[in-house]
């Protein structure tokens, strides 16, 4: 995967620990997100999202990227390349920048990135909200995923699999 080929319409960076206080600042302005999906972020949970991967997985298959606009970070996504099987992209976290949120920024870079996986042969691309959280699933059912039905409890509310067919 060549991250810059993703979009032409922002910078994407593959984020490292040096961009924990951006990326920290960006989730701590997105109140709603952890009413749903406690607790706020904190630097060390930020680090364990960028070394965080699913059973099976290494480094190589996850991409924890950051989309700038004039050097001003707009959005995180953390995708994972082949999970749960091959040719299923896994997005693990999507969080755009409180004040950009609403004007279609979210959707555009969502819609570049799917079309880009399709390119690369990804058949489909798998997500889980937090039950409750009807912005989220606004957002996502508007970019074409839909639920599976299926509901996972976890610590604290339980997570809703969406999936979209590429």
């Known amino acids: 995967m060549k991250i810059q080929d993703i979009t032409n319409k922002f910078c994407v960076k593959k984020l490292k620990e040096e961009n924990i206080d951006e990326i920290l600042t960006l989730c701590k302005k997105n109140e709603l997100f952890y009413r749903y999906h406690p607790p706020m972020a904190t630097r060390e949970s930020i680090l364990d999202d960028l070394n965080a991967?699913?059973?099976n997985k290494a480094m190589k298959d996850k991409y924890y990227?950051?989309?700038y606009k004039e050097e001003v970070l707009v959005a995180v996504l953390d995708l994972i390349l082949d999970f749960p099987e091959?040719?299923?992209a896994y997005i693990g976290f999507f969080l755009m920048k409180e004040e950009e949120q609403?004007?279609?920024?979210?959707?555009?870079?969502?819609?570049?990135c799917m079309d880009y996986l399709m390119i690369l042969?990804?058949?489909?691309?798998r997500l889980a909200i937090d039950?409750?959280?009807s912005q989220r699933q606004a957002?996502?059912?508007?970019n074409l995923f839909k639920e599976t039905?299926?509901?996972v409890p976890n610590d604290v509310s339980t997570y809703l699999p969406m999936e979209r067919i590429l």
């Open 53 to 55: 991967l699913p059973p």
């Open 65 to 67: 990227l950051g989309f």
């Open 86 to 88: 091959e040719k299923v």
């Open 102 to 112: 609403g004007k279609g920024i979210g959707s555009e870079i969502i819609r570049d």
């Open 121 to 125: 042969g990804y058949k489909k691309v």
């Open 131 to 133: 039950e409750g959280n």
């Open 139 to 142: 957002f996502w059912r508007k």
């Open 149 to 151: 039905g299926q509901r």
